[in-house]
């Protein structure tokens, strides 16, 4: 199959190409951007640029053009939308940008796979949609009308209008629910590359809140394997929307994660206690019953494997770092 990956140079979209890469032939969109050092990016997609199967298009989702150039040119069989103005607390300070990203260049997505017949989409989501809800674990029937940053709703946003394309021009659509995912070639700015780099510095870290607040943090194979299987999911059934939660089931609270990652490095952080940011929730915890019964999802890596083999590969791509 010809499979077309947006945001496909990033950390998850760099993973999924490698795995797709053995049996498919993968069409990589990516705009290289600066919310992180592009160059990591960059890097992230070197070693498949001699694979024949690997094609890079260099462009954003708002090229219209572009965009549609590259599906005129490739006969794509399975759009998996990656790509995404990510974090948090930078949607608040600039919510018109996540808007024009992650909806006008989603909307953009959506044309191309109603213009060029396109039945199979799978789109990345985020557990941020489901707000500060006491219910846990979260479920996909959850109410989630209840935001608290830019880019939660953005992604609800998605799922709502992923729901007219699939309703009016029978395009199987799967939003997957990511829960804070980590391992190697993790984005610079999330906590575990951050905590991990600061550390070894000898840095003091923000520390945030009473420690008490928690991630169902999720190893990057583990999201792949998600991913693969929901690709798999909608090319053998029809008529389908669902919106799957991808997790490991298991928080871990941000002072266990910090002890976790001292323990792997062997070295004690300074930290500086700091008030909670705003848009910030105060837990995550997925609910994988239905990914295990579409899917056959079953997250393998426990949270300190997962630490492990993060800090035994920052230690070999960073030079001194010990």
């Known amino acids: 199959m010809n499979i077309l990956v947006t945001g496909g140079a990033g950390f998850i979209g760099s993973a999924l190409t490698k795995e797709l890469l053995k049996n498919h032939t993968v069409i990589c969109v990516d705009n290289f951007n600066d919310y992180y050092d592009p160059f990591i990016k960059r890097n992230n997609i070197e070693p498949f640029k001699t694979n024949p199967h690997f094609h890079l298009v260099e462009a954003d989702l708002l090229d219209k053009e572009t965009i549609h150039q590259t599906f005129e040119h490739f006969a794509i ?55 500060n809800t006491d219910s846990v674990p979260f479920k996909e029937s959850d109410p989630v009308d209840w935001a608290i940053s830019p880019y939660a709703a953005t992604k609800k946003a998605n799922e709502v209008m992923g729901h007219v394309y699939h309703s009016l021009y029978d395009i199987n659509m799967v939003f997957l629910r990511f829960f804070t995912v980590y391992g190697p070639s993790q984005r ?65 609270t941000l002072a266990s994660m910090l002890k976790t990652i001292e323990n792997a ?13 705003p848009g910030d929730v105060k837990q995550t915890f997925a609910d994988i019953a239905k990914a295990k019964a579409l899917l056959g999802y079953e997250p393998k890596t426990t949270f300190e494997d997962g630490i492990k083999t993060f800090v035994k590969w920052y230690k070999n791509t960073h030079p001194g770092a010990e």
């Not at 399975?78 to 300070?93: D, F």
């Not at 928690?214 to 929901?230: C, E, K, L, N, S």
């Not at 490095?265 to 940011?277: Q, R």
């Open 77 to 131: 069989d399975v759009l998996v939308h990656l790509a995404a103005r990510a974090g948090v607390r930078p949607s608040i300070e600039d919510p018109m940008l996540y808007q024009r990203v992650n909806n006008e260049g989603t909307q953009v997505l959506f044309e191309m796979a109603k213009q060029h017949h396109i039945k199979h989409m799978i789109a990345a989501s985020s557990s941020s949609v489901y707000g």
């Open 265 to 277: 490095l062997g070295k004690e952080a300074s930290i500086e206690k700091m008030p909670m940011p």
């Open 188 to 252: 610079p700015d999330l906590a575990i590359h951050k905590f991990t780099r600061m550390i070894l510095n000898g840095e003091t870290l923000p520390f945030y809140g009473d420690g008490t607040s928690a991630r169902d943090y999720t190893y990057i194979d583990d999201i792949v394997d998600g991913i693969v299987r929901a690709i798999d999911y909608s090319v053998n059934n029809e008529n389908i929307y669902e919106i799957i939660n991808l997790g490991n089931s298991y928080p871990v």
